[in-house]
Protein backbone atom coordinates (compact mmCIF):
# COMPACT_ATOMS: atom_id res chain seq x y z
CA UNK A 1 0.00 0.00 0.00
CA UNK A 2 1.50 3.34 -1.17
CA UNK A 3 1.94 5.49 2.19
CA UNK A 4 0.83 9.18 2.11
CA UNK A 5 3.31 12.39 0.86
CA UNK A 6 5.49 12.93 4.09
CA UNK A 7 5.34 16.52 3.06
CA UNK A 8 1.78 16.91 2.06
CA UNK A 9 0.86 14.59 5.49
CA UNK A 10 3.15 16.90 7.65
CA UNK A 11 0.83 19.94 6.75
CA UNK A 12 -0.88 22.19 8.81
CA UNK A 13 -2.76 25.52 8.39
CA UNK A 14 0.59 27.68 8.87
CA UNK A 15 2.09 26.19 5.81
CA UNK A 16 2.01 28.16 2.45
CA UNK A 17 0.44 25.47 0.40
CA UNK A 18 1.93 25.45 -3.37
CA UNK A 19 0.16 26.10 -5.59
CA UNK A 20 -1.25 22.83 -7.28
CA UNK A 21 -3.10 22.87 -10.41
CA UNK A 22 -2.35 21.24 -13.67
CA UNK A 23 0.83 22.91 -15.48
CA UNK A 24 1.67 22.84 -18.87
CA UNK A 25 5.10 21.33 -20.03
CA UNK A 26 6.22 25.26 -20.29
CA UNK A 27 5.20 26.01 -16.51
CA UNK A 28 6.77 22.66 -15.08
CA UNK A 29 10.30 23.40 -16.36
CA UNK A 30 9.74 27.35 -15.21
CA UNK A 31 8.51 26.22 -11.93
CA UNK A 32 11.36 24.10 -11.03
CA UNK A 33 13.76 26.31 -12.04
CA UNK A 34 12.54 29.23 -10.12
CA UNK A 35 11.77 26.18 -7.10
CA UNK A 36 15.72 25.76 -7.26
CA UNK A 37 17.03 29.54 -7.71
CA UNK A 38 14.62 29.83 -4.56
CA UNK A 39 16.32 27.21 -2.61
CA UNK A 40 20.09 27.34 -4.18
CA UNK A 41 22.06 27.17 -1.60
CA UNK A 42 20.31 24.51 0.48
CA UNK A 43 19.93 22.17 -2.37
CA UNK A 44 23.44 22.99 -3.74
CA UNK A 45 24.73 22.53 -0.13
CA UNK A 46 23.02 18.98 0.15
CA UNK A 47 24.73 17.88 -3.61
CA UNK A 48 27.87 19.06 -2.56
CA UNK A 49 28.32 17.76 0.58
CA UNK A 50 27.41 14.15 -0.72
CA UNK A 51 29.47 14.15 -3.87
CA UNK A 52 32.38 15.50 -1.76
CA UNK A 53 32.19 12.47 0.96
CA UNK A 54 31.71 10.20 -1.80
CA UNK A 55 34.91 11.67 -4.27
CA UNK A 56 36.91 11.66 -1.06
CA UNK A 57 36.39 7.96 -0.07
CA UNK A 58 37.34 7.41 -3.48
CA UNK A 59 40.70 8.98 -3.16
CA UNK A 60 41.35 7.49 0.08
CA UNK A 61 40.76 4.26 -1.76
CA UNK A 62 43.06 4.63 -4.43
CA UNK A 63 45.75 6.37 -1.80
CA UNK A 64 45.14 2.77 -0.17
CA UNK A 65 45.14 0.90 -3.33
CA UNK A 66 48.65 2.84 -4.43
CA UNK A 67 50.64 2.05 -0.94
CA UNK A 68 49.12 -1.56 -1.18
CA UNK A 69 50.97 -2.07 -4.48
CA UNK A 70 53.61 0.24 -4.42
CA UNK A 71 56.50 -2.83 -4.01
CA UNK A 72 54.72 -5.56 -5.89
CA UNK A 73 56.79 -6.81 -8.70
CA UNK A 74 57.24 -9.85 -11.17
CA UNK A 75 55.07 -11.88 -13.12
CA UNK A 76 52.85 -12.91 -9.80
CA UNK A 77 52.95 -9.44 -8.60
CA UNK A 78 51.78 -8.40 -12.46
CA UNK A 79 48.88 -10.32 -12.11
CA UNK A 80 47.75 -9.67 -8.24
CA UNK A 81 48.18 -5.47 -9.46
CA UNK A 82 45.78 -6.42 -12.05
CA UNK A 83 43.21 -8.15 -9.82
CA UNK A 84 43.51 -5.20 -7.18
CA UNK A 85 42.93 -3.06 -9.70
CA UNK A 86 39.59 -4.30 -11.01
CA UNK A 87 38.56 -4.93 -6.79
CA UNK A 88 39.52 -1.18 -6.55
CA UNK A 89 37.11 0.38 -9.48
CA UNK A 90 34.14 -2.16 -8.80
CA UNK A 91 34.58 -0.56 -5.31
CA UNK A 92 34.69 2.95 -6.45
CA UNK A 93 31.64 2.35 -8.63
CA UNK A 94 29.77 0.96 -5.35
CA UNK A 95 30.83 3.95 -3.92
CA UNK A 96 29.84 6.40 -6.80
CA UNK A 97 26.56 4.73 -7.14
CA UNK A 98 25.56 4.71 -3.68
CA UNK A 99 26.69 8.55 -3.16
CA UNK A 100 24.64 8.89 -6.20
CA UNK A 101 20.94 7.54 -4.97
CA UNK A 102 22.03 9.35 -1.71
CA UNK A 103 21.96 12.95 -3.42
CA UNK A 104 19.07 12.23 -5.69
CA UNK A 105 16.86 10.75 -2.49
CA UNK A 106 18.11 13.89 0.21
CA UNK A 107 17.16 16.06 -2.87
CA UNK A 108 14.59 14.93 -3.45
CA UNK A 109 12.89 15.37 -0.25
CA UNK A 110 14.68 18.79 0.59
CA UNK A 111 12.52 19.74 -2.58
CA UNK A 112 9.21 18.05 -1.46
CA UNK A 113 9.35 19.99 1.54
CA UNK A 114 10.74 23.22 0.27
CA UNK A 115 7.88 22.97 -2.18
CA UNK A 116 5.22 22.35 0.50
CA UNK A 117 6.97 25.33 2.53
CA UNK A 118 8.20 23.35 5.18
CA UNK A 119 11.49 24.09 6.84
CA UNK A 120 14.49 21.33 5.62
CA UNK A 121 18.05 21.01 6.57
CA UNK A 122 21.35 18.88 5.22
CA UNK A 123 21.33 16.22 7.29
CA UNK A 124 17.24 16.18 7.83
CA UNK A 125 17.38 14.98 4.39
CA UNK A 126 20.40 12.93 4.30
CA UNK A 127 18.97 10.93 7.69
CA UNK A 128 15.80 11.11 5.94
CA UNK A 129 17.04 9.23 2.48
CA UNK A 130 19.42 6.68 4.72
CA UNK A 131 16.31 5.56 5.83
CA UNK A 132 15.26 4.14 2.91
CA UNK A 133 18.16 3.33 1.63
CA UNK A 134 17.80 0.10 0.87
CA UNK A 135 14.93 0.22 -0.68
CA UNK A 136 16.11 2.83 -3.08
CA UNK A 137 19.13 0.25 -3.57
CA UNK A 138 16.98 -2.49 -4.49
CA UNK A 139 14.53 -0.09 -6.70
CA UNK A 140 17.70 0.91 -8.42
CA UNK A 141 19.08 -2.30 -9.01
CA UNK A 142 15.80 -3.30 -10.36
CA UNK A 143 15.92 -0.37 -13.05
CA UNK A 144 19.28 -0.99 -13.89
CA UNK A 145 18.30 -4.46 -14.66
CA UNK A 146 15.36 -3.60 -16.71
CA UNK A 147 17.11 -1.26 -18.32
CA UNK A 148 19.60 -3.84 -19.72
CA UNK A 149 16.80 -6.07 -20.66
CA UNK A 150 15.15 -2.90 -23.11
CA UNK A 151 19.11 -2.20 -23.97
CA UNK A 152 19.09 -5.90 -25.47
CA UNK A 153 15.68 -6.11 -27.15
CA UNK A 154 16.51 -3.14 -28.82
CA UNK A 155 20.24 -4.42 -30.03
CA UNK A 156 18.48 -7.02 -31.04
CA UNK A 157 15.20 -5.65 -32.92
CA UNK A 158 17.72 -3.39 -34.72
CA UNK A 159 19.99 -6.06 -35.89
CA UNK A 160 16.85 -7.58 -37.15
CA UNK A 161 15.71 -4.60 -38.88
CA UNK A 162 19.43 -3.64 -40.44
CA UNK A 163 19.45 -7.01 -42.11
CA UNK A 164 16.48 -6.77 -44.00
CA UNK A 165 17.44 -3.28 -44.90
CA UNK A 166 20.64 -4.29 -46.26
CA UNK A 167 18.82 -7.25 -48.03
CA UNK A 168 16.02 -4.73 -49.77
CA UNK A 169 18.87 -2.25 -50.77
CA UNK A 170 20.74 -4.86 -52.61
CA UNK A 171 18.39 -6.40 -54.39
CA UNK A 172 17.16 -2.96 -56.14
CA UNK A 173 18.64 -2.16 -59.73
CA UNK A 174 18.68 1.49 -59.35
CA UNK A 175 21.58 2.51 -56.88
CA UNK A 176 20.12 5.92 -56.40
CA UNK A 177 16.73 4.38 -55.12
CA UNK A 178 19.18 2.08 -53.09
CA UNK A 179 21.23 4.67 -51.40
CA UNK A 180 18.14 6.56 -50.42
CA UNK A 181 16.36 3.61 -49.48
CA UNK A 182 19.71 3.35 -46.58
CA UNK A 183 19.80 6.52 -45.51
CA UNK A 184 16.00 7.15 -44.67
CA UNK A 185 15.48 3.65 -43.75
CA UNK A 186 18.45 3.42 -41.40
CA UNK A 187 17.11 6.28 -39.47
CA UNK A 188 13.68 4.40 -39.45
CA UNK A 189 15.21 1.29 -38.04
CA UNK A 190 17.06 3.73 -35.34
CA UNK A 191 14.13 5.07 -34.49
CA UNK A 192 11.99 1.56 -34.13
CA UNK A 193 14.77 -0.54 -32.20
CA UNK A 194 15.48 2.85 -29.68
CA UNK A 195 11.50 2.66 -28.69
CA UNK A 196 12.00 -0.24 -26.31
CA UNK A 197 14.49 1.65 -24.53
CA UNK A 198 12.95 4.91 -24.57
CA UNK A 199 9.02 3.31 -23.18
CA UNK A 200 11.08 1.87 -20.20
CA UNK A 201 12.74 5.12 -19.08
CA UNK A 202 10.10 6.84 -19.56
CA UNK A 203 7.89 4.57 -17.39
CA UNK A 204 10.71 4.13 -14.75
CA UNK A 205 11.08 8.09 -14.11
CA UNK A 206 9.27 8.50 -10.99
CA UNK A 207 10.77 5.28 -9.26
CA UNK A 208 13.02 7.25 -6.79
CA UNK A 209 9.81 9.71 -5.98
CA UNK A 210 7.80 6.75 -5.42
CA UNK A 211 10.73 5.38 -3.10
CA UNK A 212 11.24 8.64 -1.23
CA UNK A 213 7.97 10.52 -1.58
CA UNK A 214 5.50 7.46 -0.81
CA UNK A 215 7.47 5.38 1.03
CA UNK A 216 6.93 2.54 -1.82
CA UNK A 217 9.05 -0.41 -1.63
CA UNK A 218 11.83 -1.29 -4.74
CA UNK A 219 8.74 -3.25 -7.17
CA UNK A 220 5.99 -1.32 -5.55
CA UNK A 221 8.14 2.13 -6.76
CA UNK A 222 8.47 0.09 -10.38
CA UNK A 223 4.42 -0.84 -10.75
CA UNK A 224 3.84 2.72 -9.44
CA UNK A 225 6.25 4.64 -11.59
CA UNK A 226 4.46 2.64 -14.72
CA UNK A 227 1.24 3.44 -13.72
CA UNK A 228 1.53 7.21 -13.23
CA UNK A 229 3.10 7.47 -16.55
CA UNK A 230 1.32 5.02 -18.79
CA UNK A 231 -2.10 4.50 -16.81
CA UNK A 232 -3.12 7.77 -14.85
CA UNK A 233 -2.37 10.07 -18.10
CA UNK A 234 -4.92 11.93 -20.39
CA UNK A 235 -5.38 10.97 -23.74
CA UNK A 236 -4.26 11.97 -27.07
CA UNK A 237 -0.86 12.04 -28.96
CA UNK A 238 -0.05 15.62 -27.07
CA UNK A 239 -1.66 15.34 -23.99
CA UNK A 240 -0.64 11.78 -22.79
CA UNK A 241 2.19 11.75 -19.77
CA UNK A 242 4.57 10.05 -21.92
CA UNK A 243 4.57 12.55 -24.54
CA UNK A 244 4.52 15.78 -22.35
CA UNK A 245 7.97 13.67 -20.27
CA UNK A 246 9.94 12.93 -23.65
CA UNK A 247 9.22 17.09 -24.33
CA UNK A 248 10.32 17.48 -20.57
CA UNK A 249 13.30 15.29 -20.43
CA UNK A 250 14.61 16.92 -23.56
CA UNK A 251 14.73 20.27 -22.61
CA UNK A 252 16.28 19.09 -19.35
CA UNK A 253 18.71 16.82 -21.19
CA UNK A 254 20.10 20.01 -23.04
CA UNK A 255 20.76 22.09 -20.28
CA UNK A 256 22.76 19.21 -19.14
CA UNK A 257 24.54 18.93 -22.46
CA UNK A 258 25.17 22.86 -21.34
CA UNK A 259 26.18 22.27 -17.89
CA UNK A 260 28.42 19.14 -19.28
CA UNK A 261 30.14 22.27 -21.66
CA UNK A 262 30.70 24.22 -18.89
CA UNK A 263 32.00 21.51 -17.09
CA UNK A 264 34.50 20.65 -19.55
CA UNK A 265 35.96 24.22 -20.14
CA UNK A 266 38.72 23.91 -17.53
CA UNK A 267 40.17 20.62 -19.06
CA UNK A 268 40.09 21.90 -22.11
CA UNK A 269 41.83 25.72 -21.08
CA UNK A 270 44.34 23.96 -19.35
CA UNK A 271 45.27 21.57 -22.14
CA UNK A 272 45.45 24.35 -24.59
CA UNK A 273 47.51 26.34 -22.18
CA UNK A 274 50.03 23.78 -21.41
CA UNK A 275 50.17 22.86 -25.22
CA UNK A 276 50.47 26.25 -26.75
CA UNK A 277 53.73 26.52 -23.88
CA UNK A 278 55.51 23.55 -24.06
CA UNK A 279 54.55 22.46 -27.83
CA UNK A 280 58.06 21.49 -28.01
CA UNK A 281 58.53 19.48 -24.71
CA UNK A 282 56.38 16.38 -22.32
CA UNK A 283 53.32 18.71 -21.50
CA UNK A 284 53.34 18.39 -17.79
CA UNK A 285 49.65 18.24 -17.73
CA UNK A 286 49.88 14.76 -18.79
CA UNK A 287 52.47 13.64 -16.10
CA UNK A 288 51.82 12.42 -12.66
CA UNK A 289 53.03 15.16 -10.00
CA UNK A 290 53.70 18.40 -9.76
CA UNK A 291 51.82 20.51 -11.85
CA UNK A 292 49.84 17.47 -13.88
CA UNK A 293 48.86 16.53 -10.70
CA UNK A 294 47.70 20.14 -9.77
CA UNK A 295 45.63 20.56 -12.65
CA UNK A 296 43.76 17.64 -12.33
CA UNK A 297 42.91 18.28 -8.76
CA UNK A 298 41.46 21.69 -10.17
CA UNK A 299 39.66 20.21 -13.10
CA UNK A 300 38.28 17.67 -10.79
CA UNK A 301 37.40 20.42 -8.20
CA UNK A 302 35.73 22.44 -10.74
CA UNK A 303 33.75 19.50 -12.57
CA UNK A 304 32.34 18.34 -8.82
CA UNK A 305 31.19 22.06 -8.03
CA UNK A 306 28.98 21.96 -11.36
CA UNK A 307 27.57 18.28 -10.97
CA UNK A 308 26.49 19.50 -7.41
CA UNK A 309 25.08 23.01 -9.10
CA UNK A 310 23.37 21.07 -11.77
CA UNK A 311 21.86 17.68 -9.86
CA UNK A 312 19.25 20.01 -7.86
CA UNK A 313 18.30 21.35 -11.04
CA UNK A 314 16.98 18.29 -12.92
CA UNK A 315 15.78 16.99 -9.49
CA UNK A 316 13.36 20.01 -9.09
CA UNK A 317 11.93 19.56 -12.71
CA UNK A 318 11.33 16.25 -12.02
CA UNK A 319 9.53 16.53 -8.73
CA UNK A 320 6.93 19.07 -9.96
CA UNK A 321 6.16 17.04 -13.09
CA UNK A 322 5.66 13.78 -10.29
CA UNK A 323 3.21 16.23 -8.54
CA UNK A 324 1.48 16.88 -11.65
CA UNK A 325 0.83 14.02 -12.38
CA UNK A 326 -0.80 13.58 -9.06
CA UNK A 327 -2.85 16.29 -9.35
CA UNK A 328 -3.96 15.91 -12.72
CA UNK A 329 -5.67 12.22 -12.26
CA UNK A 330 -5.11 11.65 -8.26
CA UNK A 331 -6.64 14.90 -7.08
CA UNK A 332 -3.92 15.56 -4.85
CA UNK A 333 -5.33 19.24 -4.19
CA UNK A 334 -8.62 18.56 -3.37
CA UNK A 335 -7.20 15.84 -0.80
CA UNK A 336 -5.00 17.85 0.95
CA UNK A 337 -7.90 20.56 0.93
CA UNK A 338 -9.77 17.64 2.67
CA UNK A 339 -7.41 17.08 5.51
CA UNK A 340 -6.94 20.96 5.82
CA UNK A 341 -10.42 21.02 6.54
CA UNK A 342 -10.48 18.05 9.02
CA UNK A 343 -7.88 19.86 10.51
CA UNK A 344 -9.62 22.79 10.87
CA UNK A 345 -13.09 20.57 12.56
CA UNK A 346 -10.84 18.91 14.70
CA UNK A 347 -9.48 22.53 15.90
CA UNK A 348 -12.57 23.71 16.40
CA UNK A 349 -14.67 21.06 18.26
CA UNK A 350 -11.72 20.66 20.58
CA UNK A 351 -12.06 24.42 21.05
CA UNK A 352 -15.86 24.67 21.59
Known amino acids: MIQPIDSAQEADDSTETPRLAPLSVAELI ?23 VTYFVSLLMYAFINAFTGG ?34 ATLRAVSERYFGHPST ?30 IASMLIFIFLLVGLSMIAAGLSDSIAAVY ?46 RLVYVLTDRGWVRNNAVRATVVLTVVSALGFSMAMVQAIPAWAV ?47 ITLFYYDLRVRREGLDLE ?16 A
Open 30 to 52: DGGITLYRRNFSLLFLISLLVTS
Open 72 to 105: ISGSAGTALLILAFVVYWLLVMLVLFAGLMIQIG
Open 122 to 151: IMSSIRFTLGKFWNLLGATVLEVLIFIAAS
Open 181 to 226: ISIYGFLLVVFIASAPFLIVFLGLLFVSPAVVLEGAGPFEAIRRSW
Open 271 to 317: MIYTSLKYHDEINPFLMQGGFGTLAQVLIGTCSLIVQSAWTPAWVCI
Open 336 to 351: LRRRKLERLVRIKEAT
